[in-house]
């Protein structure tokens, strides 16, 4: 079979359902393989347009969004969403176009470097050279895209190699599971959770993933602690939840921040710093302040973010350790939470959020317009948000009751 054939066979494997791009002459043979395929294609207006909802469709689905450009303009147009994908921690794969592998070495049209100019920006990137590689390439781009921190995988597919005739087969998609997280760091977890007198969870964009927030939500029901999620991490716990204390981040003195101010204990899940630095809100007593770091992969090295403990592995996993153990304590040796304080401060918050929900002037307030878009929205239903000023006014007064139903770009911000 031709190797633009074998290639859409490889994307039938992993259970592509769609395609969103705009493809070039260097494609052609690529588009003509996908005639014959259940694939869909999803003709786009601008390359940077065909990443983005890749993007939305890897965070909604968990499996890698495909996008695809050609080689040169149709290259750099895209580069916006290859860094807005693997920044925003979305699994995507980006298959580019190239000119013939006999022009790549010398001046030619359009010919450019397009694997070195992506390489910064994504998660892996790569060149298919001989038609024999294409099984083991493509394998490799969803497995990396897909695993931990999940991000974004590039395919440069020559014309001339896309011609070829090759006689391999796809490589079967297999399913990786996981580390458990180590027990002597959970039970270590568990021992500064007993000795702490106000401890807080701060919720990130890990946690809406892998099973993850129904675990979180348990956590905070068990120990009585108040949860505060980051832009990208709504719907970790619902906003109906009493312990839900809302987002963190439009300021540093906003009520929720200055929670982490008088905490003891904070106990990170799937917190990440491409977010939200933590010297925003790990501003005092540092020194005195514990943190738990629970996520897939080690903390990022940050002179205000020094665990105390990590527990790294699967994250449901790891949150499910520390329940069973926390449930096998007993209770008197447990923080007792300020509950009077947490029910106050989300009292603060809530009423703060409804202030303006009878509010008739014109132009019609932020506050009014997200109070009444959030009435009308059901649990499941999603608001997307481009980012400037309105996003901030998104993650302040918009809250969710399920994960990914608020998608904001928070990483790379596009």
Known sequence: M????????????????????????ENADFMISLINSHIEFILCRHEQAAAFMADAYGRLTGKAGVCLGTLGPG????????ADGNMDRAPVVAIIGQGSTKRL????????????????ISKWSQTILAAGTITEIVRKAFKIAEEEKPGLTVIE???DIAKEDVDNKPMTRTTVRRPAADHKAVSLAADLIGEAKNPIILAGNGAIRKRAANQLTKLAHNLGVGVVNTFMGKGAISMDDDHCLYTMGLGQGDYNNLAFDTADLVIS?????????????????????????????????DRDYLPDVEIVGDLADGLWQLNKLLEKR???????????????????????????????????????????????????DILLSDVGAHKMWISRYYQCQEPNTCLISNGFCT
Not at 105 to 120: A, G, L
Not at 271 to 294: C, F, Q, S
């Open 2 to 25: 031709k190797a633009s054939d074998l290639m859409i066979r490889c994307l039938e494997e992993e259970g592509v359902e769609r395609i969103y791009g705009v493809p070039g002459e």
């Open 75 to 82: 290259v750099t147009n895209l580069l916006t969403g290859i």
């Open 157 to 159: 597919l020559p014309e």
């Open 269 to 301: 899940c799937g917190y990440d710093l491409v977010e939200y630095a933590p010297g925003k809100w790990n501003r005092t007593n540092k020194e005195d302040k514990k943190i738990i770091h629970m996520d897939f992969w080690p903390a990022e090295v």
């Open 330 to 380: 007993h209770k008197e040796k447990l923080p007792l939470f300020d509950i009077k304080t947490r029910g106050n401060l989300r009292t603060q918050l809530t009423e703060d959020f409804a202030a303006e929900k009878d509010d008739q002037s014109c132009p019609m307030k932020p506050q009014k317009i997200l109070w009444d878009v959030r009435q009308v929205m059901g649990p499941s």
């Open 105 to 120: 070495h010398k001046e030619s049209h359009q010919i450019m470097d397009s694997i070195r100019m992506c390489e910064p």
